[in-house]
């Protein structure tokens, strides 16, 4: 199944925008909690990906439970 997550960067302040004072972590807890769930293939596409120890840490479970990670970048 594909599924989009994104931050919240921004938000409605008046008549403009203003920054969140905090990193919204929600897109990232969501992504890793989908990848401690997954069975079978893990694809990941993101021009700029750059793994946390977090992240390594989600990944690297998952693959000693035998899923494949494929990981697709702008970047050889």
């Given at each position: ?37 997954a ?38």
């Amino acid at each position: 199944a594909t599924v989009f997550f994104h931050d919240k960067f921004v938000r409605k302040n008046g008549s403009g925008y203003a920054r969140y004072e905090r990193k919204d972590k929600s897109c990232t807890d969501s992504l890793i909690a989908l990848v401690e769930k997954a069975q079978v293939s893990i694809d990941i596409e993101n021009a700029y990906f750059i793994p946390t120890k977090r992240w390594f840490k989600a990944l690297k479970a998952a693959r000693k439970r035998g899923v494949r990670i494929r990981v697709l970048t702008n970047s050889g």
